[in-house]
């Protein structure tokens, strides 16, 4: 354990040769005189926070657990964050067993670590063996919380996938992932990460043209024309950071795009245009309806991240999919599967990978949630086109 000087005042000479003789005897790994001399410190009433430091190690060496515990607890009032004395409850408290005490530690070493650059080699020792116990602990409360529930008769499987997730979230498996838009947000949705696409009358008219529509897409990949990269740097704006922006790599073919058709582009798929003329997407000068084919190059992967506003769902009707596409939102992970609806909500964390040697493709367009009343859906549809408008001639 790295220290420094701990008294420079000549008047406390004596209390500072004490301290280097405890320090001295840590060294040497013999815990009683090192306590023994940082005892005396703290009697004289002139103990800093390192001095109970010491004596807490020396009092650890011990495996005197109560007398650790009040020389921590001298170090943490002066210095909430102390790596060191953060790390040592929990340490004490795992061979106590009392696993969610020291997880409560190690969580709290941890966090105070990170905001610190350089760690001495001893720290960075103590907080990996933290991590791998904190692993440890999850692993132990995860199977006493699946015994105790099969004890009381629970089927988990039966109660759910929120039931499921609401375990992996108590067990520290997981956090839970919330609406987070990036420009707009509306109150008291509910936090659904995906929606079950049988709740929406015409998911099943859309799902019988699957095949004209994958038709019109194949012949858009063959030449590509008329797209380009899904997330373009504005003209007018700074431009948001993004690990695909003017990447070709995740390229659109815009249908509808603005609430304007595209017109060339859309002329080219009458079939598409016509699967999505009675759908319920927003009508929003400016801005909606949005309808396109996402292009998924192979090997790329799209990096966690929230969409502009949670007033909308994202509907994908997946065309040309070869194997290993994911599409992840919030904690639930799906396959992408052609003709396949996935309907989510993207202003929760999401990502998505093609994991394969070829294109992936798909018809992505948006709808109004649900749950918005037509009240609440045209008054929103005013105050997005007065945005739009906002500051333009």
Same mark, same amino acid.
């Given at each position: 354990?790295? @220290?420094? *000087?701990?008294?420079?005042?000549?008047?406390?000479?004596?209390?500072?040769?004490?301290?280097?003789?405890?320090?001295?005897?840590?060294?040497?790994?013999?815990?009683?005189?090192?306590?023994?001399? $940082?005892?005396?410190?703290?009697?004289?009433?002139?103990?800093?926070?390192?001095?109970?430091?010491?004596?807490?190690?020396? !009092?650890?060496?011990?495996?005197?657990?109560?007398?650790?515990?009040?020389?921590?607890?001298?170090?943490?009032?002066?210095?909430?964050?102390?790596? @060191?004395?953060?790390?040592?409850?929990?340490?004490?408290?795992?061979?106590?067993?009392?696993?969610?005490?020291?997880?409560?530690?190690?969580?709290?070493?941890?966090?105070?670590?990170?905001?610190?650059?350089?760690? *001495?080699?001893?720290?960075?020792?103590?907080?990996?063996?933290?991590?791998?116990? =904190?692993?440890?602990?999850?692993?132990?409360?995860?199977?006493?919380?699946?015994?105790?529930? %099969? %004890?009381?008769?629970?089927?988990?499987?039966?109660?759910?996938? =929120?039931?499921?997730?609401?375990?992996?979230?108590?067990?520290?498996?997981?956090?839970?992932?919330?609406?987070?838009?990036?420009?707009? @947000?509306?109150?008291?949705?509910?936090?659904?990460?995906? @929606?079950?696409?049988?709740?929406?009358?015409? +998911?099943?008219?859309?799902?019988?043209? $699957?095949?004209?529509?994958?038709?019109?897409?194949?012949?858009?990949?063959?030449?590509?024309?008329?797209?380009? *990269?899904?997330?373009?740097?504005?003209?007018?704006?700074?431009?948001?950071?993004?690990?695909?922006?003017?990447?070709?790599?995740?390229?659109?073919?815009?249908?509808?795009?603005?609430?304007?058709?595209?017109?060339?582009?859309?002329? =080219?798929?009458?079939?598409?245009?016509?699967?999505?003329?009675?759908?319920?997407?927003?009508?929003?000068?400016? =801005?909606?309806?949005?309808?396109?084919?996402?292009?998924?190059?192979?090997?790329?992967?799209?990096? *966690?991240?929230?969409?502009?506003?949670?007033?909308?769902?994202? !509907?994908?009707?997946?065309?040309? +999919?070869?194997?290993? !596409?994911?599409?992840?939102?919030?904690?639930?992970?799906?396959? +992408?599967?052609?003709?396949?609806?996935?309907?989510?909500?993207?202003?929760?964390?999401?990502?998505?990978?093609?994991?394969?040697?070829?294109?992936?493709?798909?018809?992505?367009?948006?709808?109004?949630?649900?749950?918005?009343?037509?009240?609440?859906?045209?008054?929103?549809?005013?105050?997005?086109?007065?945005?739009?408008?906002?500051?333009?001639?």
């Amino acid at each position: 354990m790295l @220290y420094t *000087p701990i008294m420079t005042d000549p008047a406390k000479a004596q209390l500072e040769a004490i301290a280097h003789r405890g320090i001295d005897a840590l060294r040497r790994g013999d815990a009683a005189a090192a306590r023994s001399a $940082f005892d005396a410190i703290a009697a004289s009433g002139r103990a800093t926070p390192q001095i109970w430091l010491f004596l807490a190690q020396s !009092c650890d060496m011990q495996d005197d657990r109560t007398a650790a515990r009040a020389a921590l607890a001298q170090v943490l009032a002066a210095d909430p964050a102390n790596p @060191y004395a953060l790390v040592m409850q929990g340490e004490i408290f795992t061979r106590d067993g009392d696993d969610r005490a020291a997880s409560a530690w190690y969580d709290r070493a941890l966090a105070a670590a990170a905001g610190i650059g350089q760690l *001495p080699a001893d720290l960075v020792a103590r907080l990996q063996r933290a991590e791998a116990e =904190r692993v440890a602990i999850a692993g132990r409360f995860t199977a006493a919380m699946h015994a105790a529930l %099969a %004890a009381a008769g629970v089927d988990g499987d039966a109660a759910g996938p =929120r039931f499921a997730e609401s375990l992996a979230i108590v067990a520290g498996a997981t956090r839970p992932y919330l609406q987070e838009p990036t420009s707009f @947000y509306f109150p008291g949705l509910p936090q659904q990460a995906f @929606y079950d696409p049988a709740d929406f009358a015409w +998911v099943a008219a859309l799902e019988a043209a $699957f095949p004209a529509i994958r038709t019109e897409a194949e012949a858009v990949l063959a030449d590509r024309a008329g797209t380009a *990269p899904y997330v373009e740097a504005p003209r007018d704006r700074p431009a948001k950071a993004h690990s695909l922006l003017d990447d070709p790599r995740w390229s659109a073919f815009h249908l509808i795009q603005h609430g304007l058709p595209v017109a060339a582009n859309a002329a =080219r798929c009458p079939a598409t245009m016509a699967a999505i003329a009675d759908l319920p997407i927003p009508v929003i000068a400016g =801005r909606s309806p949005m309808v396109l084919f996402s292009l998924l190059a192979p090997g790329t992967h799209i990096a *966690p991240h929230t969409g502009m506003l949670n007033t909308r769902l994202i !509907c994908h009707l997946p065309l040309i +999919v070869p194997p290993d !596409c994911r599409l992840r939102v919030g904690n639930t992970t799906r396959n +992408v599967e052609a003709g396949k609806m996935l309907i989510f909500d993207d202003s929760i964390e999401h990502e998505a990978w093609n994991d394969s040697d070829a294109m992936r493709v798909i018809l992505l367009f948006e709808i109004w949630r649900p749950e918005l009343t037509l009240a609440e859906r045209a008054g929103l549809t005013a105050l997005f086109e007065s945005i739009s408008v906002y500051g333009a001639e």
